[in-house]
């Protein structure tokens, strides 16, 4: 799976829009980008997933690249519940039988502040 | 909405100790995780389980370790003679199918060894 970077910790204004940027430069052509986020110490919880599209749901949006080589998940009205260790992961998609464990890296510390 | 559930939340136990981590994964799901994390460190894979077998296992998942899918619906992680540096939070995730790639997680069960 291709390496990730992210910044290691962020803040945001409670209301506003955060912004969590991800380099992942060396994806390929079936790797999907993940986002994770870990509240505490609680179970890492999905976010999104896209693979070239942009996507949106009711928690989030991703914008990939349109190299694909960084990607910015955008919450777009950041509440403090939204404080928590968010994790970009690129993984590859389906191609037949496989575990597809998730590889997490250090992830980037969100900080809302009222 | 479906979720993960973990058995116990906290256990704690002595050096030496069996412990068994208990999950019920979300009922359609058929992939099955394990992961850990040591305090302040990254969420590691260890284990994945499918068709009633490891399908895949990092090397922290050595011979102390062992899963089991006793029935239906219980998915366990065995740690047969517990050591220090067992203490982590374990987290078990489960996965719908092949093409479904995302992964959901329990809120994790924190094991600590004295």
């Known amino acids: 799976d291709a390496k990730t970077t992210q910044p290691p910790s962020m803040d945001c204004a409670e209301g506003r829009a955060a912004n969590l940027p991800c380099n992942h430069s060396t994806i390929s052509g079936n790797e999907y980008v993940y986002w994770y986020r870990q509240i505490h110490s609680q179970g890492p919880q999905y976010i999104i997933h896209g693979l070239k599209n942009n996507e949106t749901n009711e928690m989030a949006s991703l914008i990939i690249t349109e190299d694909r080589k960084s990607s910015t998940l955008i919450l777009p009205h950041a509440t403090l519940r939204d404080t928590a260790v968010y994790y970009c992961?690129?993984?590859?998609?389906?191609?037949?039988?496989?575990?597809?464990?998730?590889?997490f890296g250090k992830g980037t510390k969100l900080s809302v502040i009222p | 909405e479906p979720e993960v559930t973990q058995t116990p939340s906290h256990q704690v136990t002595q050096m030496g100790q069996e412990v068994i981590l208990r999950c019920v994964p979300i009922s359609n799901h058929l992939y099955f995780y394990w992961y850990r994390q040591i305090l302040g460190q990254k969420v590691e894979f260890l284990v994945s389980f499918y068709n009633n077998e490891i399908s895949e296992k990092s090397e922290i998942f050595d011979d102390q370790f062992s899963v089991e899918r006793p029935d239906g619906s219980n998915f366990t992680l065995k740690i047969r003679s517990t050591k220090l540096e067992d203490s982590a939070m374990y987290f078990c995730?489960?996965?719908?199918?092949?093409?479904?790639?995302?992964?959901?997680f329990g809120p994790g069960t924190r094991l600590l060894v004295l």
């Open positions: 995730a489960s996965r719908e199918r092949q093409g479904q790639e995302t992964q959901y």
């Open positions: 992961i690129v993984r590859v998609g389906y191609s037949g039988a496989g575990s597809y464990q998730l590889t």
